[in-house]
T-cell receptor
């Protein structure tokens, strides 16, 4: 079946622009996660959804970052007034049910470059 | 705060060798541990998931072990092949976070 998909795969933004990154999880997966991966580093957790509820946003680096999943399927990560330090790969993952015991499946990521 | 460390950071070995990648974590109160591989410019591919109650998992030439009390996991790769070249990431769920906490990875090169 189809895996996790993300769009766009690459995004170049000028500093100060707003961007929106999309994630389509595996159909039927309840849990959805966003991660940020800087060059040469492991991914870092940003936020977690269970269905449409955002249960944890403790990893969002600033109030310029906002995520939503209004119908419990597709999710969007929005970054306002982008800064150079926001340049990274943004990864989305989904899992079947509760966050703690199930395997997470990752999408290919969106590489964001802020110039 | 959970911290995950992977050793070595990089490894280059001839084809055919057996090898071990190491992962350690600071908070033993985990729910599970996952090993992933990441190819350049690509997302993460899940290799093995070990629940906290398990000691090891096997898939083909891969075997992962978990010693929760000591905060350690190893990934054993048998009869390595050039196609195994990638970055291998270890990640744990638990220890206070709602998402996975990752190490920085081991960059593995298998020489033909």
């Amino acid at each position: 079946g189809a895996g996790v998909s993300q769009s766009p795969r690459y995004k170049v933004a000028k500093r100060g622009q707003d961007v929106a990154l999309r994630c389509d999880p595996i159909s039927g997966h309840v849990s959805l996660f966003w991660y940020q991966q800087a060059l040469g580093q492991g991914p870092e957790f940003l936020t977690y959804f269970q269905n449409e509820a955002q249960l944890d946003k403790s990893g969002l680096p600033s109030d310029r970052f906002f995520a939503e999943r209004p119908e419990g399927s597709v999710s969007t990560l929005k970054i306002q007034r982008t800064q150079q330090e926001d340049s990274a790969v943004y990864l989305c993952a989904s899992s079947l049910e509760g966050r703690r015991t199930y395997e997470q499946y990752f999408g290919p990521g969106t590489r964001l470059t802020v110039t | 705060k959970q911290e995950v460390t992977q050793i070595p950071a990089a490894l280059s070995v001839p084809e055919g060798e057996n090898l071990v990648l190491n992962c350690s974590f600071t908070d033993s109160a985990i729910y599970n541990l996952q090993w992933f591989r990441q190819d350049p410019g690509k997302g993460l591919t899940s290799l093995l998931l070990i629940q906290s109650s398990q000691r090891e998992q096997t898939s083909g030439r891969l075997n992962a072990s978990l010693d929760k009390s000591s905060g350690r996991s190893t990934l054993y790769i048998a009869a390595s092949q050039p196609g195994d070249s990638a970055t291998y990431l270890c990640a744990v769920m638990g220890g206070g976070a709602d998402g996975l906490t990752f190490g920085k990875g081991t960059h593995l090169i298998i020489q033909p």
